[in-house]
């Protein structure tokens, strides 16, 4: 793999579209863990199969931001 590839790491944008509130414990915990806890926030995460797999678990909270 080249250098360029290397540098050039896919990531997601990741933006809370509804509050955690009333959700159960579990999908704010994912929420915290994403980098988000207030509404309109962005955060930009690596595009792994760990990250994909907290999104799927709130895709009611969140959109990703392409």
């Known amino acids: ?35 988000l806890g207030k509404m309109h926030r962005v955060t930009e995460r690596p595009d792994t199969k760990e990250v994909r797999g907290m999104i799927a678990r709130i895709p009611h909270l969140v959109e990703v931001v392409e």
């Not at 990741?14 to 704010?28: D, E, L, Y």
């Open 1 to 35: 793999m080249s250098a360029k590839k290397a540098d050039q790491k896919k990531t997601l944008r990741v933006k809370q579209v509804r509050s955690g509130i009333g959700c159960p414990r579990g999908m704010r915990e994912t929420l915290k863990a994403l980098g």
